[in-house]
């Protein structure tokens, strides 16, 4: 749900967010077509996370490179001194739901059984 109400939804309502202090119409057209795709991601991890089924568990991974990739560049960034400690939130952003993924992929059993306490 990350993916859709923080990374895509923003991205649809607000493009230039993020972006220089007057982006130019394609930078726009470029943030919201990657904010759509994003509620889209979102919205499979969602219905992939829910499944008990273990064969979609590894549509997860692809999901886990997209955040991870950007976080990395982001501290690469950030600790070379180009991005300033404001850009933190924009790695946060990308490594909570690296690592919620992460736990959806590996961890199946302990979200069964979680998921069983709850409803008892």
Do not use: K
Not at 13 to 36: F, Q
Not at 42 to 63: A, H, Q
């Amino acid at each position: 749900m990350l993916d859709i109400v923080v990374l895509g939804a923003v991205w649809l309502i607000a493009p230039g967010t993020g972006l220089a202090d007057h982006p130019d119409a394609r930078s726009l057209l470029v943030a919201r077509a990657l904010g759509t795709d994003l509620v889209v991601v979102g919205m499979m991890n969602w219905i992939i996370s829910s499944r008990e089924d273990p064969v979609m568990r590894p549509f997860l991974l692809p999901n886990i490179v997209m955040h991870v990739v950007p976080a990395a560049i982001i501290v690469t960034l950030i600790f070379s001194g180009i991005f300033g400690a404001a850009d933190w939130l924009g790695a946060g952003l990308h490594i909570a739901p690296a690592v919620l993924l992460t736990w959806c992929l590996i961890s199946p059993t302990q979200r069964r059984a979680a998921r069983a306490q709850a409803h008892a």
